[in-house]
């Protein structure tokens, strides 16, 4: 069988939630036994800058386009005269043309709860896309029950042509704890963007060291998001009322080795999200064994399981979590253990071989 991909999110920079996703998914598969008997073509906009080498029955085919709507434009052309039998689309928006066996994954709508949080075009076309992929794929991957609910409640999608497949995590071998001047510290890490609540994280970090006076830090890792403008604004005005004006440190993007060590130096991680599709971070850091704090709502509860607090994405909620954790060594080192267990459930070959029957059967 010839398996067409859209790989074009595998080779962007820097790699985070649904970039991750498609870069580890295409390694899995290239990994898999049951893959040899199929042939892969990966769509990409660029040549092949993937960090591992793939075997003889990959092809990366590269699609030049320098136009917006890579997807609809440039790949929809290639569907039309050169189809594969199947084409897995993993990040959401299937082309206009496309081969009937078509499979496309869903990440999470939290654009329609939180619609304020996006421009109106980049909402219109998420919505449509949504739609369009819901009604005329074959398939559709979800990356948790809460989003196939989501489908199902809010797009009227046939649960029957529906199936869970989640992310997978792998923690690299002898990453060690990071020797830097930090200190003790509280971490989160991923885009900032007010989805993720950071301005709750702020004000829950800010009380905690008013009413507490703890020596702890906050440590913000990952690009700058949507309404990222408000968040530095936060910030600066945090740190301006803090006593100790270094106490909210803003890293910005840092490399794989970077994040595994901060993660393995934490306090504790906290993911106060409005909105998790899967939330991937959550088992990086029960992986390395770093306690979570993260929110009750949407997929964080399934994904979390019993490593982590499960809080309101609320300040005082925020607030008191932490303080817990840093108080409370048993509570922590239960929480490290209950992640670890967790994580065991979690793995890149597992959803390689998921999806690989999806697209198959």
Same mark, same amino acid.
Request: charged residues 25%.
């Given at each position: 069988?010839?398996?067409?991909?859209?790989?074009?999110?595998?080779?962007?920079?820097?790699?985070?939630?649904?970039?991750?996703?498609?870069?580890?998914?295409?390694?899995?598969?290239?990994?898999? =036994?049951?893959?040899?008997?199929?042939? #892969?073509? +990966? #769509?990409?906009?660029?040549?092949?800058?993937?960090?591992?080498?793939?075997? !003889?029955? @990959?092809?990366?085919?590269? +699609?030049?386009?320098?136009?917006?709507?890579?997807?609809?434009?440039?790949?929809?052309?290639?569907?039309? @005269?050169?189809?594969?039998?199947?084409?897995? /689309?993993?990040?959401?928006?299937?082309?206009?043309?496309?081969?009937?066996?078509?499979?496309?994954?869903?990440?999470?709508?939290?654009?329609?709860? #939180?619609?304020?949080?996006?421009?109106?075009?980049?909402?219109?076309?998420?919505?449509?896309?949504?739609?369009?992929?819901? =009604?005329?794929?074959?398939? /559709?991957?979800?990356?948790?029950?809460?989003?196939?609910?989501?489908?199902?409640? +809010?797009?009227?999608?046939?649960?029957?042509?529906?199936?869970?497949?989640? *992310?997978?995590?792998? /923690?690299? !071998?002898? /990453?060690?704890?990071?020797? !830097?001047?930090?200190?003790?510290?509280?971490?989160?890490?991923?885009?900032?963007?007010?989805?993720?609540?950071?301005?709750?994280?702020?004000?829950?970090?800010?009380?905690?060291?008013?009413?507490?006076? +703890?020596?702890?830090?906050?440590? $913000?890792?990952?690009?700058?998001? *949507?309404?990222?403008?408000?968040?530095?604004?936060?910030?600066?005005?945090?740190?301006?009322? $803090?006593?100790? =004006?270094?106490?909210?440190?803003?890293?910005?993007? &840092?490399?794989?080795?970077?994040?595994?060590?901060?993660? =393995?130096?934490?306090?504790?991680?906290?993911?106060?999200?409005?909105?998790?599709?899967?939330?991937?971070?959550?088992?990086?850091?029960?992986?390395?064994?770093?306690?979570?704090?993260?929110? !009750?709502?949407?997929?964080?509860?399934?994904?979390?399981?019993?490593?982590?607090?499960?809080?309101?994405?609320?300040?005082?909620?925020?607030?008191?979590?932490?303080?817990? &954790?840093?108080?409370?060594?048993?509570?922590?080192?239960?929480?490290?253990?209950?992640?670890?267990?967790?994580?065991?459930?979690?793995?890149?070959?597992?959803?390689?071989?998921?999806?690989?029957?999806? $697209?198959?059967?």
């Amino acid at each position: 069988m010839t398996i067409g991909i859209n790989a074009a999110a595998a080779a962007k920079q820097p790699r985070t939630g649904v970039e991750a996703y498609v870069y580890q998914l295409i390694k899995g598969l290239a990994a898999l =036994k049951e893959s040899k008997k199929h042939r #892969f073509i +990966l #769509f990409s906009p660029q040549k092949n800058n993937l960090n591992f080498e793939l075997p !003889d029955n @990959f092809e990366v085919k590269e +699609l030049n386009w320098s136009w917006p709507f890579w997807t609809q434009a440039r790949l929809a052309r290639e569907m039309l @005269f050169n189809q594969p039998e199947v084409l897995f /689309i993993p990040v959401h928006v299937l082309p206009l043309i496309h081969p009937k066996n078509s499979v496309v994954t869903i990440h999470g709508l939290e654009y329609e709860y #939180f619609p304020e949080m996006y421009p109106k075009k980049r909402l219109i076309y998420l919505r449509w896309s949504t739609k369009y992929a819901v =009604k005329n794929a074959r398939k /559709i991957i979800a990356v948790s029950k809460n989003t196939k609910n989501d489908l199902v409640k +809010l797009y009227g999608a046939d649960p029957e042509k529906i199936s869970v497949v989640y *992310h997978g995590i792998k /923690i690299p !071998d002898n /990453i060690k704890k990071r020797k !830097d001047d930090l200190g003790k510290f509280f971490l989160y890490l991923g885009r900032l963007e007010e989805k993720k609540n950071i301005a709750g994280l702020i004000s829950g970090f800010e009380m905690l060291k008013k009413r507490y006076q +703890l020596p702890h830090k906050l440590v $913000l890792a990952g690009p700058a998001g *949507h309404g990222y403008k408000k968040i530095k604004s936060k910030i600066q005005s945090a740190s301006q009322r $803090l006593k100790f =004006k270094g106490d909210i440190v803003e890293l910005g993007y &840092i490399s794989e080795e970077e994040k595994w060590q901060l993660l =393995k130096s934490a306090t504790a991680f906290v993911f106060p999200s409005f909105y998790e599709g899967f939330g991937l971070p959550i088992l990086e850091a029960q992986a390395s064994g770093c306690p979570v704090i993260t929110s !009750d709502v949407s997929s964080m509860p399934e994904v979390t399981g019993e490593g982590g607090i499960l809080i309101k994405p609320e300040v005082e909620q925020i607030c008191q979590a932490m303080y817990k &954790i840093a108080d409370d060594a048993d509570l922590k080192e239960r929480l490290i253990t209950s992640g670890y267990w967790n994580v065991n459930k979690f793995s890149w070959q597992k959803c390689a071989k998921e999806t690989l029957r999806e $697209l198959t059967n």
